[in-house]
């Protein structure tokens, strides 16, 4: 195991069609990416997620007991995806008596952005509906969640826009266009490269949690799929449905 101030963390993220796994030191502040991959295919991420993990390994020389923690992905995203990543990472815990750690899908896309507008991270939850939240980096560069996380129409979503919003995720591929008309100067999108999930920004953000005590139980741990109830989904349809008021929450 590594040094504790330091410490080396397998990310793993399947949220999305795209596997994406990293091997990490230390947190966000001064900590480093040793190795990672992220690949994106038709072959489903339980046939290749366990050998791309060893090749990453077999990269970095860190051995399985050098790990000092397993951070997964824990959603919103696709419901196959998150499973397969939830149940590998908790059986790597298991396996080796280590830490679980579970970062939001939508954090880990927030917190490659660096602005000083409100962020707003959105993936495709298909059905015409999108899962969001807003973030937004305090004065000394901190990352704050300000909203819970939703799944809403794309025109909810602008609808509750107001102030210039930087988006990124997924969805800006498919609903950008549309955003962009509806909300002209307030709306900027993040670089192309962006928009995936990484399990290298994941890691960084676990390593702060396994400082601060932040521990999924690996017995009991669930991913977060959001999917609203079909009686939601039929009040957002109306476009009776309100986006959450901001505030500051816990990521």
Request: glycine fraction near 10%.
């Amino acid at each position: 195991m590594s040094q504790t101030d330091r410490p080396l963390i397998l990310a793993i993220d399947t949220a999305t069609p795209c596997c994406s796994v990293a091997i990490t030191e230390g947190g966000q502040e001064g900590g480093r990416v040793l190795a990672g991959m992220t690949l994106c295919g038709t072959v489903t991420h339980s046939r290749r997620l366990l050998t791309r993990i060893d090749q990453l390994l077999e990269e970095t020389a860190v051995t399985w007991m050098g790990l000092d923690a397993i951070a997964v992905s824990i959603g919103p995203g696709s419901f196959t995806g998150l499973r397969i990543g939830m149940a590998t990472a908790k059986g790597l815990a298991f396996a080796g008596n280590r830490p679980l750690l579970g970062v939001s899908t939508l954090t880990g896309l927030a917190s490659s952005c660096s602005t000083g507008k409100e962020i707003c991270a959105v993936l495709d939850a298909h059905k015409q509906q999108v899962y969001a939240a807003f973030f937004r980096r305090s004065p000394f560069g901190k990352l704050e969640q300000m909203t819970q996380t939703v799944v809403v129409a794309p025109e909810q979503l602008a609808a509750g826009i107001r102030e210039p919003v930087y988006m990124v995720g997924d969805a800006v591929a498919v609903y950008g266009e549309y955003w962009r008309e509806v909300l002209g100067d307030r709306y900027e999108a993040a670089p192309a490269q962006l928009h995936l999930p990484s399990a290298a920004s994941l890691g960084l953000i676990a390593a702060d949690q396994l400082q601060r005590g932040d521990l999924l139980d690996p017995g009991s741990a669930v991913p977060l799929y959001v999917r609203a109830s079909e009686a939601e989904l039929n009040l957002a349809a109306t476009g009776s449905g309100r986006l959450p008021q901001r505030e500051t929450i816990q990521p």
